[in-house]
């Protein structure tokens, strides 16, 4: 069973940054594309970034040129760096193999306010 397991979420100022990591366990990454998502409050789960096993990398337009997914398959961990947040970035934030998800980790939060 696979386990994921996101961090690295907080409080931040608009124009702040946030480093999100998710390691997972019970399964190597190195040979799915992995994905980042979010959840704000009263909305669904959307899809924001995804990283394929070759590195190859693609974004939603709502985080383009603010974000850069990558990974780190020894690490067995995905990162999401976040510039430049936004209020509207507040939300939990997943990340998940794309575009059959395992089971859901717990998120981490992120909350944009001043």
């Known amino acids: 069973q696979v386990r994921l397991v996101e961090s690295g979420g907080g409080l931040v100022q608009p124009g702040g940054s946030l480093r999100l990591s998710c390691e997972a366990s019970?399964?190597?990454?190195?040979?799915?594309?992995m994905g980042w998502y979010r959840q704000a409050p009263g909305k669904q789960r959307e899809w924001i970034a995804q990283?394929?096993?070759?590195?190859?990398?693609n974004y939603a337009d709502s985080v383009k040129g603010r974000s850069t997914i990558s990974r780190d398959n020894a690490k067995n961990t995905v990162y999401l760096q976040m510039n430049a947040l936004k209020p509207e970035d507040t939300a939990v934030y997943y990340c998940?193999?794309?575009?059959?998800?395992?089971?859901w980790g717990p998120g981490t939060q992120v909350t944009v306010s001043p």
């Open positions: 990283v394929t096993s070759g590195d190859s990398t």
């Open positions: 019970g399964s190597n990454i190195r040979f799915f594309t």
């Open positions: 998940n193999k794309w575009p059959v998800p395992w089971d």
